[in-house]
């Protein structure tokens, strides 16, 4: 089955070269577009698209709110993939705060594109860690934020569950984490799905963000 996408962004340009370039590819299918955030819940609802890639800036709704609303309002959602123009943007960083599994530069090469679409398909959804790192340093981590030091301490992760999360926030996927463990793939799977669950996050960008606001890591 190939993996469907939603493309939603206010410039038809945009739309046409994701279009173009996703559509050059025999395991993707474009299924539908959008010009606004506003259209996008009864596409999704529709269409069920396996992706959505969001403009962050529209002038109705903005990727942020929309992919809030998906998230709180559509069962089993997509996955979300925020396409800005500026990775060092605060609306890049409430966006994936706001559930969003990853983001995608608008001057993206077709390759990186395709495979950024893939990969957040796969649940592999920390696409840019160290500018993840630098979002977070500049918009959210601070010296640790005491609600999120406090979901952390209640958490109560174990000590490799911990050392998974470390390497999570490095953009590490489950093989490479594997490696470095020494252990099994399935291994990692069982541990991140468990540092998700105890954290409360819907997938690993949520897990890093978590990580980056409760000053279990430094983003620096």
């Not at 929309?66 to 709180?72: E, G, H, Y």
């Not at 001057?107 to 398909?121: C, G, M, N, S, Y």
Request: aromatic letters at 4%; charged letters at 25%.
């Amino acid at each position: 089955m190939p993996v469907t996408v939603l493309l939603v962004d206010d410039e038809p340009l945009v739309r046409a070269g994701l279009r173009a370039v996703l559509e050059a590819q025999p395991d993707i299918e474009v299924v539908g577009e959008a010009a606004d955030g506003a259209a996008v819940i009864p596409l999704v609802r529709r269409l069920r698209p396996d992706v959505v890639a969001m403009d962050v800036r529209m002038p109705l709704m903005d990727g942020i709110e929309a992919t809030r609303a998906v998230l709180r309002t559509v069962d089993r959602p997509p996955k979300i993939l925020v396409i800005t123009t500026f990775e060092n943007d605060e609306y890049v960083y409430e966006a994936l705060r706001a559930g969003a599994d990853g983001f995608l530069l608008k001057r993206a090469r077709p390759a990186e594109i395709v495979h950024a679409v893939r990969l957040v398909a796969e649940g592999e959804s920390l696409l840019f860690p160290a500018s993840v790192r630098q979002l977070a340093a500049e918009y959210g981590a601070g010296d640790g934020n005491p609600a999120a030091r406090a979901a952390l301490r209640r958490a109560a992760l174990t000590e490799r569950e911990a050392e998974v999360l470390r390497l999570m926030t490095r953009g590490l996927s489950n093989a490479e984490i594997a490696a470095r463990l020494v252990v099994g793939t399935e291994t990692v799977k069982s541990h991140v799905s468990a540092v998700l669950s105890k954290l409360g996050a819907r997938d690993r960008t949520q897990a890093v963000i978590a990580a980056y606001e409760s000053g279990f890591v430094a983003p620096g």
